[in-house]
């Protein structure tokens, strides 16, 4: 195995799904991989390719200062690498943005799926513009666009997903109103129903933020 001196033994999943398992499973993390693990994996790695990047699975790393790491699915594609990352298990925030800076000091951008932390997730973090992370069900869909996870995938890497503009990023803003005149004085108000903000320099790409009445919530 890639992760460690364990035997491979050639194995299939329920669904149909060809895999290496452990020969033996102590002492190693990856040992007890999931079907969610062993199949989004495989998901992720197809849909990078049709997008046109080369992708490998359980791909290792080091960063310049020396610390390891393992990436999920790493993509490449004129020089530039992205890892995305399965996480089904659960894991704090701040081991989370430990593993991110491993990427960004080898030159790699990081991205997550995360089965952990569904309700911090269904609203924008403050880390995310650094550590781009979204929820993902157990059936591999990703709620925040109602997509699947390949879908995702190659919109990422195809330049038409763009997630978490860092803070002080300059965008251009659309409103959308609805009028109503009054029954009574026949006066005329504007109720503002929608918010765009679009990123100068990509005009494909909009970001709603509908009105809430606790604030704004950019999805």
Do not use: N
Request: net charge positive.
């Amino acid at each position: 195995m890639a992760c460690c001196e364990a035997r491979a033994v050639p194995k299939r999943s329920v669904t149909g799904l060809p895999f290496f398992a452990h020969g033996r499973t102590s002492g190693c993390d990856s040992a007890a991989e999931t079907e969610f693990h062993l199949r989004g994996k495989v998901l992720i790695r197809d849909a990078a390719r049709v997008a046109g990047w080369t992708a490998q699975v359980e791909v290792p790393g080091t960063t310049p200062g020396g610390a390891r790491w393992q990436a999920d699915v790493l993509c490449e594609e004129g020089g530039r690498q992205v890892a995305f990352e399965l996480q089904r298990s659960g894991i704090t925030l701040a081991h989370l943005g430990e593993r991110q800076a491993r990427y960004w000091e080898s030159g790699v951008r990081g991205m997550w799926f995360m089965r952990t932390h569904e309700r911090r997730l269904k609203e924008p973090q403050v880390w995310q513009h650094q550590t781009p992370a979204l929820y993902v069900t157990e059936g591999h869909h990703v709620p925040a666009f109602q997509l699947g996870l390949s879908e995702v995938v190659q919109a990422a890497l195809s330049g038409q997903l763009l997630l978490f503009p860092a803070p002080r990023w300059p965008v251009r803003v659309t409103t959308m109103a609805h009028t109503y005149r009054c029954h009574y004085c026949r006066s005329v108000t504007a109720v503002l129903a929608r918010v765009f903000l679009a990123p100068i320099g990509r005009p494909e790409v909009l970001i709603e933020a509908p009105w809430r009445s606790k604030g704004w919530l950019a999805g």
